[in-house]
C-alpha cells in the first residue's frame, strides 16, 4: 500500500480540524499558511492522542494505543511514519524545530488518565496541566518562532490557565466520568465533597469553592499577560495566535464567574460568532497597537 503524500496527510489534518469545532481553529486562521498547516497537523495530533483515553473505539487498548503513537512519532523523526497525521507531522519538522521530548511529554500526560483520577493537592496537579496543556503551548512556540526563552514562561503559564479552565468548566461531566481534577485539599478547605457534587448538590461551599479556583485560574492569565509585555516586540506579534486562545478562554472563564458558578447547568461556551470576533479584534489590535517595549 502506497504511503500517502505529505500534501494528502495535510489536508486530512486540516479538515479534522476544521470538522472538530474547536475554540483553536478560529486562532489558527491569522496565521500564514505554513504555520496555520502546521498547527492543525499539531491540533490534529493532540486530539487523536487525547481520544485514545477519552473516547477509545470498542475492543481497544488504550495504553497499547499510546503505545502505538509513540512509535509513530519516533518514526516521524526518523523519516518513516505511516499514519496520515505523522505523515504531515514529519513534513513539517523539516520547517519547524520541534523536540520530540515535547510530544512525548504531552502523551505521558494523557496516558496519566489511565492511572489518576484523583489529585491530592495542586502540586501534584501541576505536572498533568503542564504536560496536557504547557507543553503544547512550548510545541507552539516552534511554530511561531518566538526568540526570547521568557516566551516559554508565557507559554507555560497560559497552559496552566487553559487547562484549570477546562477543569472548571467541566467539573460535573467530569466527576461523572470519576474523574475529579481539582485538588482534593480544596474540597476539604471549603467544606465540599465529591459525593456532594455526583448528587448536583450545590451550596454556599461549593459556591466558595468555585470562586478560589477561578481566581486561580485567572491568576495564570494575569502572569502570562504580564510575562507577555517584557518580550521583544518581534515576539509579542508572534504571539497574537496564543493571545487570541487567551481571549477565547478568559471569555469563558469569565461567563462561569457571571453565572454564578453553573457547575450543573450547561457547558460554558463561547458562540461561533463571538470566538470570530474575538479574534479579530485581537488580531486587528496588533497591528494598530504599538506593542510594549520590555523594561530593561
Not at 224 to 250: F, H, N
Request: glycine share 4%.
Amino acid at each position: 500500500m502506497q504511503a500517502l503524500s505529505p500534501h494528502d496527510a495535510q489536508e486530512l489534518c486540516t479538515a479534522y480540524t476544521k470538522q472538530s469545532g474547536s475554540n483553536f481553529y478560529y486562532s489558527f486562521l491569522f496565521l500564514p499558511r505554513r504555520r496555520r498547516e502546521a498547527m492543525y497537523t499539531i491540533y490534529a495530533l493532540c486530539r487523536m492522542v487525547d481520544g485514545a483515553v477519552d473516547d477509545p473505539p470498542p475492543g481497544s487498548n488504550p495504553l497499547e494505543v499510546l503505545a502505538t503513537w509513540r512509535q509513530e512519532v519516533s518514526a516521524a523523526y526518523k523519516g518513516h511514519p505511516t499514519l496520515p497525521v505523522t505523515i504531515s507531522l514529519a513534513a513539517h519538522l523539516k520547517e519547524f524545530d520541534i523536540p520530540e521530548q515535547l510530544i512525548q511529554e504531552l502523551i505521558s500526560g494523557v496516558e496519566m488518565d489511565l492511572t489518576i483520577n484523583r489529585y491530592a493537592t495542586f502540586s501534584d496537579l501541576y505536572p498533568y496541566c503542564y504536560r496536557v496543556a504547557s507543553v503544547v503551548g512550548l510545541i507552539c512556540l516552534k511554530i511561531f518562532k518566538t526568540q526570547s526563552p521568557k516566551a516559554e514562561d508565557y507559554a507555560v503559564n497560559l497552559g496552566l490557565a487553559f487547562q484549570l479552565t477546562n477543569m472548571l468548566r467541566d467539573l460535573y461531566s467530569d466527576a461523572k466520568e470519576n474523574r475529579v481534577y481539582l485538588p482534593q485539599e480544596d474540597f476539604q478547605r471549603f467544606g465540599y465533597s465529591v459525593e456532594e457534587l455526583l448528587n448536583q448538590q450545590s451550596s454556599p461551599a461549593l459556591i466558595e469553592f468555585m470562586k478560589f479556583e477561578c481566581a486561580r485560574a485567572r491568576s495564570y492569565y494575569q502572569q502570562a499577560q504580564d510575562i507577555l509585555l517584557t518580550l521583544p516586540a518581534a515576539d509579542q506579534k508572534a504571539l497574537v495566535v496564543a493571545e487570541i486562545m487567551r481571549g477565547v478562554y478568559s471569555t469563558i472563564l469569565q461567563k462561569i464567574e457571571a453565572q454564578n458558578y453553573p457547575v450543573f447547568g450547561p457547558r460554558a461556551r463561547v458562540s461561533s460568532f463571538q470566538r470570530l470576533s474575538i479574534a479579530a479584534g485581537i488580531w486587528f489590535k496588533s497591528f494598530f497597537t504599538r506593542p510594549v517595549a520590555p523594561s530593561m
